[in-house]
C-alpha cells in the first residue's frame, strides 16, 4: 500500500489567507524574526520557505509513485547548472503568482521587491549549463521521473564589474545570505576514493577480482533543489554534491598526534567543491578538475544503484531502471566508473557489465573547437583514478580488436579512434570514452550533428553510424518568455490562446493577427516597454543613458573570439566614422549593447572588454554621433540580468563563424522575444532561419564548406585590409591610436586581425556590413520591422526545450513523456 504524503493544509494552501499565514509562520518560525524588523531578504527567505514547501511536498509524493512503479528514470549528468532565481519561476509553474502577489500585498509587501531580493545560482560558465536547468525544466514539465546530479559549488561563476574600462572579476558568494532552495541531507552521502593503487585477490567463488585501495577518501553529502514543472504534478530534484572530509580522513594523522595535518586533510577535501572553472569551451586539464569530474559521477553513480535497489531492481537490470546522459565529457568518467562498479564491487562479469553500461549511457557533444576538448595526461589520471585507468586500458583492448575486425589492416585509424592519445605525451581522450560506453551520441544542432561526424567524430561515426543522432537544443518558454516579458506574454495569451507556455506550437496563431495594425501596434508597445525597463537598468548600472527610441542592437554571451564580438566593434567604428566623415550619413539610430564574461585567463577576450568600453566611452561622448550611436557594456550577464536583456532586444547578434558555435541558445530566447536575428549559418541559426523564413532573418558571411575552402587556400587577411577602404580606415583608426589612450592597447587585437584572424572576421566584414545595411533600411519601417518580429516569435514553437527533452525521451531514452496536450 503507498502512503500518501501528507501536510498541514495551511503549509500547502494555495490560497491567499493560506499562503499570508504561512508566509507569516516561517517568519516567525522558520527566521526567528519580527516584523517590525524584519528585512526585504527576511521576507524573500520567508516566502521561499513557503513555496518550497509546495514543491518539495510534490516531490517527496513524485519519489514515492515512481518506487511503486518502478519505471525507469532519467538521471541528466552535468557539471554545471545555471538554474537562475527560483522562486519567480516556482510561483509561475504552481499557478499562484497572483496569490502570492495578494497575500503579501495584504502586509503592504510588494511582491516584485521581494523576488528581486533573490540571489541566484550561478553554478555554470554559460550556453551548457543554462541549457542543463532548461532541460530539467522541461523533464518535470513533461512529466518524467528525472533528476538532475552535480557539484554545490560553494562559489559559482565570478561577479564582474567593470573598473577603469577593464572587467574585475570577484567571488560570487551566493551561499552567504542562506540558500532557502537546498535540503542538506547528511544522511544521504557518498564515500569517494582516490588515489592509492589497485590489488588483486581472490574471492569465495575463486574468482580473480580487483580492489582499489585509495591514498584518500572524500564524502560527498547531498543537498537537494526542488524543480517544479509548469503545471504539472511532478516535482523533480536537482541533486548536488558538496565535498566533506571522509570518515577517517584524521585518523592517522591523530593517531600520531599530527592535529594540524588532520585538519589540513580535512580543508583540502573540502576544497574539491570550492569553486565553478570559470572557462567556457576551454580545457585546461587541472587536477581539481579532474578530481571534481569523477566526484559528482562516482556520487551520482552510487545513489543511482542505490535508488535502482531500493526499487526492487539488481545491478543487473541497472539499465532498465536508469537512463543517464552524459552533458559533454566532464561526466563521461562514469563510463569507467559505472564498470569499476559493477565488476568489481557487484561481481558482474566483465562482458554483461560492458553491456549493461552501454545500454545505461548517451553523450551530448557540445563543441567542435579543439581547444575544449577534454583530455588527461595519462600520469595525472592514473595517479588519481588507478583502477579506472586500468579498466579504460581494458575497454580500450576489446575496442580496439573490434576497429580492427572491423577495418582491417588500417593501423592509422586504429590510432585515431584508440581511447588513448598516443601520438606524443599519453592522454586519455574523454569523448572517446565518452563514445564507446553509449549507445547514442548527440550533436545539439543540425549543423553540429553532422559536422561532429565529419570532423571529431568522423572515425566513430564510420564505426557506429546507427549511434549517431541530432538533438537540436531548445530554451524554456516559461523563464525566457512568461517570466522574463510578462507584457509578451499577456499578449500572447490574448491572441494565441493562455496555452502557449506548455505548448509552443499554439504560438502559430499569431500568425493572423500580423495584417492587423492595431495588434502590431500592441506588439510595438509592448517592446517599448521592455525596452524602457531595460534602459532604466542600463541607467542604474552604468551612468549610462539610452534612448529607448533607438534600435536595441545586443550581442550577449560569454566573450570569445569566435563568438565575433570584435566583428561587432568593426562595425560600430565604421558607423562611427562615417558620421564623423559625413553628418549626414544614413546611420540609423542605435543602441549597440554587450554583455558577458571572459574567462579571466583568456587575453583576447579581456582585451575585447576593454575595446567595447572604450569605443563606449569614444562614442557615447562625442558630439558629432550624440543620439546616433550609443554603446553599453551590461556587466555581469546572468540569469538574472538576462531577463531584462533578452525582451528589450530588437536586433540579435548571432556572428559566429560558420562551424564554430555548437548551437547557440541565447540566439532562440532572443527570437522567441521578438528580435530579428542578423547571423551567419552557424549552430542552430540555421535551422531558426528555416523556421522562421529566410525573409525574416539577416543572414550573412561565409558558409562551413567556404570556410574550409579559404583556410584551405591560404587565408590572408592582410590582403583583405590593403583592398578594402573601410576597413582600412577602421584598422587604422584602431592602431593608431583613435581610441585615445595608450595606442599599445588594441595593438594584439589588431595585429591577431592582420597576421592570423583565426575566426576569419576579416573576410566576413563585408558581408556583414551589408547586412547591416539591410537591418538599417528595414528598420526605418516599423510595420515591416514589427512583422518580420511577430512572424519569428509565431513560427519559433518548436525551439522549446520541451520538445528538445520529447526527443531524448523518445528516441535515446526510451522513457515516456506526457503526451503535448494533456
Ligand atoms: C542563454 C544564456 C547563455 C548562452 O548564450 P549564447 O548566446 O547561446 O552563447 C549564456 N549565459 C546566459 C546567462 C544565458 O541565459
Not at 54 to 65: C, Q, S, T
Not at 721 to 743: C, K, Q, S, T, W
Amino acid at each position: 500500500m503507498k502512503s500518501q504524503p501528507t501536510s498541514n493544509p495551511i503549509r500547502v494552501g494555495t490560497g491567499v489567507d493560506e499562503l499570508r499565514q504561512a508566509f507569516l509562520d516561517n517568519l516567525t518560525c522558520a527566521l526567528g524574526r519580527l516584523r517590525t524588523f524584519s528585512s526585504t531578504h527576511d521576507y524573500y527567505l520567508a516566502l521561499a520557505l513557503t513555496v518550497r514547501d509546495h514543491v518539495v511536498f510534490r516531490a517527496v509524493g513524485n519519489v514515492e509513485e515512481g518506487m511503486a512503479k518502478g519505471i525507469r528514470r532519467v538521471a541528466y549528468l552535468s557539471a554545471e547548472f545555471l538554474p537562475g532565481p527560483h522562486l519567480a519561476n516556482h510561483l509561475l509553474n504552481l499557478g499562484i503568482t497572483e496569490a502570492a502577489r495578494e497575500a503579501l500585498g495584504g502586509l503592504g509587501i510588494d511582491l516584485d521587491v521581494v523576488l528581486a531580493a533573490e540571489v541566484e545560482p550561478g553554478l555554470g560558465n554559460g550556453g551548457l549549463g543554462r541549457l542543463a536547468s532548461c532541460y530539467l525544466d522541461s523533464l518535470a514539465t513533461v512529466g518524467v521521473q528525472s533528476i538532475g546530479y552535480g557539484i554545490r559549488y560553494e562559489f559559482g561563476i565570478f561577479q564582474q564589474s567593470i573598473r577603469d574600462g577593464w572587467q574585475v572579476e570577484s567571488a560570487d558568494k551566493w551561499l552567504q545570505g542562506g540558500n532557502p532552495w537546498e535540503i542538506h541531507r547528511p544522511g544521504v552521502a557518498r564515500e569517494v576514493k582516490f588515489g592509492g593503487h589497485t590489488e588483486t585477490w581472490v574471492d569465495d567463488c575463486g574468482r580473480s577480482r580487483v580492489r582499489w585501495v585509495p591514498a584518500f577518501v572524500i564524502r560527498g553529502e547531498a543537498y537537494d533543489t526542488p524543480i517544479s514543472g509548469y503545471e504539472s504534478d511532478i516535482c523533480t530534484l536537482m541533486r548536488l554534491w558538496k565535498a566533506e572530509a571522509g570518515e577517517s580522513f584524521d585518523f592517522e594523522a591523530f593517531n600520531h598526534g599530527d592535529y594540524y595535518r588532520a585538519v589540513e586533510q580535512k580543508v583540502d577535501s573540502e576544497n574539491l567543491s570550492k569553486v565553478l572553472y570559470p572557462n567556457d569551451e576551454l580545457h585546461r586539464g587541472k587536477e581539481l578538475r579532474l578530481k571534481q569530474q569523477f566526484f559528482f559521477t562516482s556520487c551520482a553513480l552510487q545513489d543511482m544503484l542505490r535508488v535502482h535497489q531500493m526499487s526492487g531492481g539488481t545491478p543487473d537490470n541497472f539499465h532498465e531502471g536508469w537512463a543517464v546522459q552524459l552533458n559533454d565529457t566532464h561526466p563521461a568518467v562514469a563510463v569507467a566508473e559505472l564498470m569499476r562498479l559493477l565488476v568489481d564491487e557487484q561481481a558482474i562479469g566483465w562482458t554483461r557489465a560492458w553491456e549493461i553500461t552501454c545500454k545505461t549511457f548517451s553523450y551530448t557533444n557540445h563543441t567542435l573547437l579543439p581547444e575544449a576538448l577534454e583530455k588527461w595526461p595519462v600520469a595525472i589520471f592514473g595517479g588519481l583514478l588507478p583502477r579506472h585507468l586500468e579498466m579504460i586500458y581494458e575497454i580500450n583492448s576489446r575496442f580496439l580488436d573490434e576497429v580492427r575486425r572491423t577495418f582491417p589492416g588500417d593501423g592509422d585509424k586504429v590510432a585515431r579512434l584508440s581511447l588513448i592519445d598516443e601520438s606524443g605525451p599519453r592522454y586519455v581522450r574523454m569523448a572517446h570514452l565518452a563514445c564507446a560506453g553509449s549507445h547514442t551520441i548527440n550533436g545539439v544542432a543540425a549543423l553540429h550533428s553532422d559536422l561532429l561526424q565529419q570532423t571529431v567524430l568522423a572515425d566513430f561515426a564510420a564505426l557506429w553510424p546507427e549511434k549517431f543522432t541530432n538533438v537540436t537544443n531548445g530554451v524554456t518558454p516559461r523563464r525566457f518568455v512568461a517570466l522574463a516579458n510578462p507584457g509578451l506574454a499577456g499578449l500572447l495569451a490574448r491572441h494565441a490562446g493562455k496555452d502557449w507556455p506548455g505548448n509552443l506550437d499554439e504560438l502559430l496563431a499569431l500568425e493572423a493577427c500580423v495584417k492587423d495594425a492595431g495588434f502590431r501596434h500592441e506588439w510595438r508597445e509592448v517592446k517599448l516597454a521592455n525596452k524602457r525597463r531595460l534602459a532604466a537598468v542600463i541607467a542604474s548600472r552604468t551612468g549610462i543613458e539610452v534612448s529607448p527610441d533607438s534600435l536595441f542592437d545586443v550581442q550577449v554571451k560569454r566573450i570569445h573570439e569566435y563568438k565575433r564580438q570584435h566583428l561587432n566593434l568593426l562595425h560600430i567604428l565604421s558607423l562611427y566614422l562615417a558620421i564623423k566623415r559625413d553628418p549626414k550619413a544614413p546611420v540609423v539610430p542605435r543602441t549597440f549593447i554587450f554583455g558577458g564574461k571572459a574567462a579571466p585567463g583568456y587575453f583576447m577576450a579581456k582585451r575585447i572588454i576593454r575595446l567595447v568600453t572604450a569605443i563606449t566611452a569614444l562614442v557615447n561622448e562625442d558630439r558629432d554621433v550624440a543620439g546616433r550611436i550609443t554603446v553599453v557594456f551590461f556587466p555581469n550577464f546572468n540569469v538574472g540580468n538576462a531577463h531584462y536583456v533578452y525582451p528589450a532586444a530588437e536586433l540579435s547578434e548571432q556572428i559566429s563563424l560558420a562551424g564554430t558555435e555548437a548551437s547557440g541558445t541565447g540566439n532562440m530566447k532572443m527570437s522567441l522575444n521578438g528580435a530579428l536575428t542578423i547571423g551567419t549559418l552557424d549552430g542552430a541559426n540555421v535551422e531558426i532561419r528555416e523556421a522562421v523564413g529566410e525573409e525574416n532573418f539577416f543572414l550573412f558571411g561565409l558558409t562551413t564548406p567556404e570556410v574550409a575552402a579559404r583556410k584551405s587556400g591560404g587565408y590572408r587577411p592582410r590582403d583583405l585590409y590593403e583592398a578594402d577602404p573601410v576597413l582600412r580606415e577602421v584598422i587604422n583608426f584602431l592602431a593608431n591610436g583613435g581610441l585615445g589612450g595608450d595606442p599599445e592597447l588594441f595593438r594584439p587585437l589588431v595585429y591577431n586581425l592582420l597576421d592570423s584572424d583565426p575566426y576569419l572576421a576579416l573576410a566576413d566584414f563585408r558581408s556583414y556590413l551589408e547586412a547591416q545595411r539591410r537591418v538599417g533600411e528595414l528598420w526605418s519601417d516599423p510595420d515591416a520591422w514589427t512583422t518580420c518580429s511577430v512572424l519569428n516569435v509565431a513560427r519559433m514553437g518548436r525551439f522549446s526545450s520541451d520538445r528538445a527533452v520529447r526527443e531524448y525521451c523518445q528516441r535515446i531514452w526510451k522513457v515516456n513523456a506526457k503526451p503535448v496536450n494533456a
